[in-house]
């Protein structure tokens, strides 16, 4: 038996795309121009960093806008190794990698035992405290100058090679991200979103579940920041300015909050916004904002939950999916009031 | 229903936005060249495939050349960018047709501009765009210093394009670890017009006690350093030096430490949006009573003046390689016609575009031959060229950088009761080692917080 056939249409279609997706991902060096390549680099390693921030922010609940400053500091033992040493690459990631992991271990500490706005508040802090010591840590840092002189290894130099190379670690870490979140691990986090204290009373330590959170999340920033230092060959404190921190949020709204592909989807559509809209029209910070407040109000999931919504209403016939019932009050209330 | 019109009220005005986001685009959008090119009138004749134009001379000679303009038009300073935009976009329309300048000896430049966001991980992208899609010979890497390292560095293995950085200044960029194929057109170092300053205050001032406030970060370090240093080596003491974050927009505190110092003068540098907040708590907390403010190059320059007080501002002592009060012709000349085209008074960062433009059209006119090159261009302009620009006559040292006239200015108020600076001293052919031997210079380390010129701690 045709093993598609037993798959609902629904999922044949996701399939479709996804075979799709990786199709054009393959053979997209071959036909675009090298600089829309570089903007599609920069749009997966950001999508890999919006990934990480939707860990928190739409699996467990808990936004983070420090995220960059685990992003930067693995940019900062790279560019450091990279620029003041004669350390080979290998020692280059090394650093990059253990410098990454002590910041989301440092973060997870402070950030562990407090929920809501005070975690928000205690992740700007540390993202602001990134920002000033490489603003201020001049001889490590370079300050405002920035760390130049940072080389992508021989074997993969070209933007090409880079391209793919990059490809291939994204996909790799979106798999682990896929099997985290689908893991008893990622349930829990879904459970601290629900209610923090009936976590608790399941027997979990929610402190630790979220310390955990901060090193798989870390991780995959880190891995983030790697690629990202590569790609630009330089790294200078606007790489962790509060901005930097807000981007990934912004990105995983737009595509689709407490989804994988949405942060994708929300990485491509702002990286071009910035970088290729820009070119064409002056006002294109102008043209974001509006994408924001149209998302807001017409689509308050991200393109994926509308997209998403839109199919099971109209070809699927089925009508929205549980996690649109949960975002909507309305419908959330009726939901509770006929269980209850 | 009801919620259904709203929404759809909602969305014409959002789209109706939309429309004025794009509406003025034409106007705003950077010209770039669709294969045609205009000639100014009697000078060249260009063939119908465009390609090979001859001069009068008859020679040989490289037709096309293109430059690739990046500038902060959007982000923390696009109001310098804006003035840096319309003096490159004013001297496209006064020698040329708006997209093409056609030198004396036929070339026709076009140009590319994009937007960096103040970001250099976004310059660094257009700078691919620009090699890549739009093949420009030149890249002009933005203002900040930042912007132009992270281009610098990425261009740096590009034997084919020549960097021109009018505003980024590191000093080691042209001392002790050159770029290649970089110079600094209508430029300078950092450190560079704090030497001449240090000349003034200590010869013709007869200061002998100075403390610096100044920002902290690599342009605070060269710029102060310069002057310090220069200071003590004439015999100064610097008794304090004050570092202020960058984007400081509060200075209540540094003030008040300002205030009990025992000094001759302060050397204040302040960049950017700090620049009035500094000034006004400079006066407002009675420092200037007790001590004068010498400025540096960004705190008093033309685009900070126009958000002062006058009372604030007005009488204050800064030193620049750009003041727009300055008495010679090409500058007043400048002034004018920026001032007609855009109703403001020139600033540093209009001058330094417009200037670096002249200086390409100044070494194309001189430069012959089929082919152009990076370094065929440079070794042109170290050729003993003198360039006529905004800020006056100008050379460039072998290493690239620039010589020419240091003014001590005094903000005075104009005819029409806008603030200005004007020179009250000149000093004429300042190079980036200034009063020093070059040699003997270069064994001292680049100037860091640490490292303020050898009289200076310790």
């Known amino acids: ?340 | 229903m009801r919620k259904t019109i709203r929404k759809w009220i909602v969305l014409a005005a959002v789209l109706a936005l939309v429309a004025a986001a794009c509406g003025d685009d034409s106007s705003e959008t950077t010209a770039t060249t669709a294969g045609t090119t205009a000639t100014t009138a009697g000078t060249t004749e260009t063939t119908a495939g465009g390609t090979a134009t001859t001069t009068g001379g008859g020679a040989d000679m490289f037709t096309e050349l293109k430059i690739g303009v990046i500038l902060p038009l959007t982000g923390g300073i696009a109001g310098p960018g804006a003035d840096a935009r319309e003096s490159w976009e004013l001297y496209f329309d006064t020698n040329g047709d708006g997209t093409t300048v056609t030198t004396s000896n036929g070339v026709n430049i076009t140009y590319v501009m994009e937007d960096n966001a103040s970001d250099p991980a976004v310059a660094l992208t257009v700078a691919t765009k620009l090699l890549e899609v739009d093949d420009v010979d030149i890249v002009i890497p933005g203002i900040l210093a930042s912007t132009g390292t992270a281009v610098g560095d990425a261009l740096g293995e590009r034997t084919d394009v020549l960097l021109l950085s009018p505003f980024s200044c590191n000093d080691d960029f042209t001392q002790r670890t050159p770029l290649e194929g970089y110079a600094r057109p209508a430029g300078w170092s950092c450190s560079q017009t704090g030497k001449a300053f240090a000349q003034w205050a200590y010869e013709e001032q007869g200061y002998r006690d100075i403390a610096t406030a100044c920002t902290d970060y690599t342009f605070g370090y060269e710029h102060c350093g310069g002057f310090a240093d220069a200071f003590t080596q004439l015999g100064g003491t610097i008794t304090e030096q004050i570092w202020h974050p960058l984007g400081n927009s509060d200075f209540g505190t540094y003030a008040t430490q300002m205030n009990e110092l025992d000094v001759d003068g302060i050397v204040g540098l302040v960049v950017g949006g700090s620049a009035v907040p500094f000034v006004t708590a400079y006066s407002d907390f009675g420092v200037k009573n007790r001590a004068p403010l010498l400025a540096g190059v960004t705190t008093l320059d033309q685009s900070a003046l126009r958000g002062m007080d006058k009372e604030v501002a007005l009488g204050a002592i800064g030193h620049s390689h750009w003041s727009e009060g300055a008495d010679n012709p090409s500058t007043k000349q400048f002034v004018e016609d920026f001032e007609a085209a855009t109703g403001k008074i020139a600033s540093y960062y209009a001058a330094g575009n417009y200037g670096a433009m002249e200086w390409i059209v100044a070494a194309v006119e001189a430069m012959s031959g089929p082919e152009w090159t990076p370094d065929l261009m440079l070794e042109t302009m170290k050729d003993g060229l003198v360039v006529d620009t905004p800020f006056g006559q100008q050379a460039m040292d072998d290493e690239g950088a620039m010589v020419f006239n240091v003014y001590i200015n005094e903000i005075q108020e104009r005819e029409d009761g806008k603030l200005w600076n004007v020179p009250i001293f000149t000093y004429e052919n300042v190079d980036q080692y200034y009063g020093r031997d070059r040699d003997e210079y270069l064994t001292q380390p680049p100037y860091t917080k640490d490292f303020q010129g050898t009289g200076v701690g310790g």
């Open chain 1, 1 to 340: 038996m045709n093993p598609l056939r037993a798959l609902s249409l629904t999922r044949r279609v996701q399939l479709a795309l996804l075979v799709g997706a990786l199709v054009a991902g393959m053979v997209l060096p071959h036909v675009v121009s090298s600089f829309i390549l570089r903007l599609v680099t920069l749009a997966l390693v950001s999508a890999l960093f919006a990934m990480s921030v939707d860990l928190m922010a739409g699996y467990a609940g808990l936004v983070t806008i420090g995220q960059a400053g685990i992003l930067g500091t693995a940019m900062y033992g790279v560019g450091y190794v990279a620029s003041k040493t004669d350390g080979g690459i290998a020692l280059q990631i090394t650093v990059g990698f253990v410098a990454g992991m002590t910041a989301a271990v440092i973060f997870g500490l402070m950030a562990m035992r407090s929920s809501g706005v005070y975690f928000i508040l205690i992740t700007i802090a540390q993202g602001m405290i990134i920002w000033g010591l490489a603003s201020l840590l001049v001889n490590i840092t370079g300050a405002e100058n920035g760390l130049p002189g940072i080389r992508r290894p021989v074997n993969i130099e070209s933007g090409f090679r880079y391209y793919y190379a990059t490809l291939v670690v994204v996909l790799i870490c979106s798999l682990a991200l896929f099997v985290v979140v689908r893991s008893p691990f990622g349930h829990a986090l879904k459970g601290l979103r629900g209610s923090e204290t009936r976590v608790r009373m399941l027997g979990h330590n929610s402190a630790f579940l979220k310390f955990y959170m901060f090193l798989v999340s870390g991780f995959f920033a880190t891995v983030a920041g790697i690629l990202l230092v590569y790609l630009n060959e330089f790294v200078n404190p606007t790489d962790v300015i509060l901005g930097a921190s807000a981007l990934p949020v912004l990105m995983a709204i737009l595509g689709g909050i407490g989804t994988l592909i949405g942060p994708f989807i929300g990485a491509f559509v702002i990286v071009f916004l910035r970088n290729w809209v820009s070119l064409r029209v002056d006002r294109w910070q102008t043209l974001m904002g509006l994408t924001f407040i149209l998302v807001v109000l017409f689509a308050r999931e991200g393109l994926v939950g509308a997209v998403s919504a839109w199919w099971h209403k109209r070809i699927d016939g089925r009508d929205g999916g549980v996690s649109s019932v949960l975002h909507e009050p309305e419908k959330r209330e009726a939901v509770l009031s006929e269980s209850g």
